[in-house]
């Protein structure tokens, strides 16, 4: 089982305001990926990593960037906060030659 | 179109029967897997179950069981001897071919009634 950690769990920020929303995971998993889930509804890709160096966009076009420096951290930034950026943030990696995604708890992100 | 449907919004099961959860999925890709998540009202997300498009027999984990009906794209969770902390929003997602893309459905609320 993989142990994938999120901070922080819970986030209220005034508009334009930048934030970094961390990821690690201490399993040496290669994959890594970024979802955006509004209550009550379905996940969305928004950013995904094969390794260190390697990022790419998912499918739901995002503001955010994303960063793969080491292979265990996984950073998402917003450079400046909108209302329309409140959601939950999930992380998640998977192990080499596999797809089981391990996720974390969630980041609550909430901007007034 | 959607890559994965899940038409039921919310079910009830009665503590100890069998529970069925469907999810339909749309590719054209001969290489995809197709995976279950319980998420309960916590927000985490719990792997389940794993299904590969090319994998002959359906496939169980405990309780979990995967009805894997390749013809007619479906691939259904059955949990059979629902226990009360299987009260939790069930999502299918696919991957498809050798990409990083996940596509998940709109989930299913499960409900467990003692």
């Known amino acids: 089982e993989a142990d994938i950690y999120q901070t922080p769990r819970y986030l209220v920020i005034g508009t334009g305001k930048k934030i970094t929303l961390e990821c690690s995971q201490t399993?040496?998993?290669?994959?890594m990926y970024w979802y955006q889930q509004d209550p009550g509804m379905e996940l969305h890709l928004i950013h995904y990593?094969?390794?260190?160096?390697?990022?790419e966009k998912g499918d739901l076009s995002s503001e955010s960037t994303v960063s793969r420096i080491r292979t265990e951290h996984f950073p998402l930034t917003l450079e400046s906060a909108r209302p329309s950026h409140t959601s939950q943030y999930l992380c998640?990696?998977?192990?080499?030659?596999?797809?089981?995604?391990?996720f974390g708890p969630g980041t609550r992100l909430t901007v007034t | 179109a959607q890559k994965i449907t899940q038409t039921q919004p919310g079910m009830f099961v009665q503590e100890k029967e069998a529970v069925t959860l469907d999810c339909t999925y749309d590719?054209?890709?001969?290489?995809?897997?197709l995976f279950w998540y319980k998420q309960p009202s916590s927000g985490e997300m719990i792997f389940l179950i794993y299904?590969?498009?090319?994998?002959?027999q359906n496939a169980t984990e405990g309780r979990y069981s995967l009805n894997f009906q390749k013809a007619r794209k479906s691939a259904n969770l059955v949990i059979s001897a629902s226990q009360l902390g299987d009260s939790a929003m069930y999502f299918c997602?696919?991957?498809?071919?050798?990409?990083?893309?996940?596509?998940f459905g709109t989930g299913t609320s499960l409900t467990v009634i003692p």
């Open positions: 998640a990696s998977s192990p080499p030659g596999s797809y089981e995604q391990y």
């Open positions: 399993m040496g998993h290669d994959k």
């Open positions: 990593s094969y390794g260190v160096n390697s990022t």
């Open positions: 590719t054209s890709d001969p290489s995809y897997g």
């Open positions: 299904q590969g498009s090319y994998d002959q």
């Open positions: 997602a696919m991957r498809e071919g050798a990409g990083n893309q996940f596509y």
